[in-house]
């Protein structure tokens, strides 16, 4: 497997926790293994999110609008993120943010 480095800049404090979290219990060997376990964690919680696949749905069909995808590539897409989310709270989840974005409009203008 190839890695690649990031750069992580902590506050003071939150770096202090980190360490004594991971001297006290142990269950990391390195604040490295603990921030890649973290982020593939947070990754899967995010995507699992009814608004961040909503967000994804409807930039995949602003993007299928841009670059003029085929209609089969982009059956393939929907059908990639719908096996990972519930269709319900898609739905659901689109809604609402259709309606707020009406609603912000129109109080903006």
Not at 78 to 93: G, H, M, P, T, Y
């Amino acid at each position: 497997m190839k890695y690649a480095n990031v750069s992580v800049k902590f506050p003071k404090e939150l770096d202090r926790e980190l360490e004594r979290f991971l001297e006290e219990t142990g269950i990391y060997t390195n604040k490295s293994e603990f921030i890649k376990e973290s982020v593939r964690r947070h990754l899967v919680e995010l995507n699992n999110e009814p608004a961040i696949a909503a967000l994804r749905t409807e930039q995949l069909l602003a993007r299928a609008e841009q670059e003029s995808l085929s209609d089969d590539e982009l059956q393939r897409r929907l059908d990639a993120f719908r096996k990972r989310v519930d269709e319900e709270n898609l739905s659901e989840a689109v809604e609402t943010a259709r309606e707020d974005t009406a609603e912000e409009f129109a109080d903006h203008t």
